[in-house]
T-cell receptor, first 114, second 114 residues
Framework: ETGVTQSPTHLIKTRGQQVTLRCSSQ?????VSWYQQALGQGPQFIFQ???????GRGNFPPRFSGLQFPNYSSELNVNALELDDSALYLC?????????????FGPGTRLTVL | DAKTTQPNSMESNEEEPVHLPCNHS???????IHWYRQLPSQGPEYVIH???SNVNNRMASLAIAEDRKSSTLILHRATLRDAAVYYC???????????????FGQGTRLTINP
């Protein structure tokens, strides 16, 4: 139990639709990252938010976007869904600053695109 | 991002020590070595990290080669709950301010036999 929650746990969409995934960070954590994990692969970094601004992005197209709110909860939005977007989406939070602060991952949202 | 190489899978017996190797021959002087693990149907969880010296915590030990081109995660007495995919990750904390980008490889799938 990491204190990071994600909703929904599972979601089925069709190609071309849009989806919003939500993440609630652990209390006191001001930095959140999102990862995509395809079946049988390691998680791939999508982007990171710190103080409500994106400050790092992986190799994902602009149709992947996000928001971080003042209470440090976060959303991942994906537009124009493609079949390859089917994956487990993970969010991870941590407290910025200090010599090292480990990331705490949520259980993920399983997205299926038909 | 510097690359790590791990065996695809390993198998061990319950209550025996497990040594999980990781090669990172292109590691830079400022890269930290991190280990995360992912239990079935869960998000990754932090295990341990280090820079140059060997490290111990309640979960595991991390042995780092003198030239830092390899490291070994040691589980002293494996239990069935340790069955997971273990990821060895290099991260330079100075690349982006507050960055928490983790670059996951395929990891090592550890099976524990009762």
């Amino acid at each position: 139990e990491t204190g990071v929650t994600q909703s929904p746990t599972h979601l089925i969409k069709t190609r071309g639709q849009q989806v919003t995934l939500r993440c609630s960070s652990q209390s006191g954590h001001n930095t959140v990252s999102w990862y995509q994990q395809a079946l049988g692969q390691g998680p791939q970094f999508i982007f990171q938010y710190y103080r409500e601004e994106e400050n790092g992005r992986g190799n994902f197209p602009p149709r992947f976007s996000g928001l971080q709110f003042p209470n440090y909860s976060s959303e991942l939005n994906v537009n124009a869904l493609e079949l390859d977007d089917s994956a487990l989406y993970l969010c991870a939070s941590r407290r910025s600053g200090g010599s090292y602060n480990e990331q705490f991952f949520g259980p993920g949202t399983r997205l299926t695109v038909l | 991002d510097a690359k790590t190489t791990q065996p695809n899978s390993m198998e061990s017996n319950e209550e025996e020590p497990v040594h999980l190797p990781c090669n990172h021959s292109t590691i830079s002087g400022t890269d930290y070595i991190h280990w995360y693990r992912q239990l079935p149907s869960q998000g990754p969880e932090y295990v341990i990290h280090g820079l140059t010296s060997n490290v111990n915590n309640r979960m595991a030990s991390l042995a780092i080669a003198e030239d830092r081109k390899s490291s070994t995660l040691i589980l002293h007495r494996a239990t069935l709950r340790d069955a997971a995919v273990y990821y060895c990750i290099l991260r330079d904390p100075g690349v982006i301010q507050g960055a928490q980008k983790l670059v996951f490889g395929q990891g090592t799938r550890l099976t524990i036999n009762p």
